[in-house]
């Protein structure tokens, strides 16, 4: 492991793939087999199992549990306490194969709400919004706000987080968007 990762004397890290300037906090545990990139920060008490890729620069706050076939791309935010599964239909009496658990994605630049769960099998879509407490029973389209149990979508966000107008301009940065294929995309020249 790269000597710039810091993990706490309270932390168990298992993994020895954990990217530079990475930390690890009080009461976390990444297993073996587990592999994150540089420059995230792992916060207290969250869990990764083997099997899960967490990418660069990505935040996982307190209490969140990453599962064997999550994929975190960079640049995700995970807020406090929300939870990933990977078994669409548990049974306690009945085990199954992880070769049998279903993959999710989270895309580049999304961000997942504090309290949010996120059922096996779906993507969240690039710079998506998840807020708080929803939970996600299907596919997030880039760019999307979903909220609710089962979560809905209720509107558009920009790259940079803020929520967009009905024109598709961000108060805030002022990147631009289109319409395109029923989701949204910046428009040619902008970053998304």
Same mark, same amino acid.
């Given at each position: 492991?790269?000597?710039?990762? &810091?993990?706490?004397?309270?932390?168990?890290?298992?993994? +020895?793939?954990?990217?530079?300037?990475?930390?690890?906090?009080? @009461? %976390?545990?990444?297993?073996? *087999?587990?592999?994150?990139? %540089?420059?995230?920060?792992?916060?207290?008490?969250? &869990?990764?199992?083997?099997?899960?890729?967490?990418?660069?620069?990505?935040?996982?706050?307190? %209490?969140?549990?990453?599962?064997?076939?999550?994929?975190? +791309?960079?640049?995700? @935010?995970?807020?406090?306490?929300?939870?990933?599964?990977?078994?669409? !239909?548990?049974?306690?009496? &009945?085990?199954?194969?992880?070769?049998? $658990?279903?993959?999710?994605?989270?895309?580049?630049?999304?961000?997942?709400?504090? !309290?949010?769960?996120?059922?096996?099998?779906?993507?969240? *879509?690039?710079?998506? $919004?998840?807020?708080?407490?929803?939970?996600?029973?299907?596919?997030?389209?880039?760019?999307?706000?979903?909220? *609710?149990?089962? %979560?809905?979508?209720?509107?558009?966000?920009?790259?940079?987080?803020?929520?967009?107008? +009905?024109?598709?301009?961000?108060?805030?940065?002022?990147?631009?968007?289109?319409? $395109?294929? *029923?989701?949204?995309?910046?428009?040619?020249?902008?970053?998304?």
């Amino acid at each position: 492991m790269d000597p710039s990762v &810091f993990v706490h004397s309270h932390a168990l890290c298992e993994s +020895e793939q954990v990217g530079p300037r990475t930390r690890v906090w009080a @009461f %976390a545990h990444v297993m073996k *087999g587990a592999v994150i990139g %540089a420059d995230c920060n792992v916060c207290d008490h969250a &869990f990764v199992e083997s099997g899960a890729v967490v990418g660069d620069r990505v935040t996982i706050k307190n %209490a969140v549990q990453i599962w064997d076939k999550v994929v975190i +791309e960079d640049e995700v @935010f995970l807020g406090p306490n929300m939870i990933f599964t990977n078994d669409f !239909n548990p049974r306690a009496g &009945f085990k199954k194969d992880p070769s049998a $658990f279903l993959p999710t994605l989270v895309a580049h630049g999304a961000t997942i709400g504090a !309290n949010a769960t996120i059922v096996a099998g779906v993507t969240i *879509g690039r710079a998506a $919004f998840v807020g708080a407490g929803a939970v996600v029973t299907r596919t997030v389209r880039d760019h999307a706000l979903v909220v *609710g149990s089962p %979560a809905k979508e209720i509107g558009w966000m920009c790259a940079c987080g803020a929520r967009l107008a +009905e024109e598709l301009v961000c108060s805030e940065c002022e990147r631009r968007y289109e319409s $395109f294929d *029923g989701g949204l995309r910046p428009l040619t020249g902008e970053s998304s």
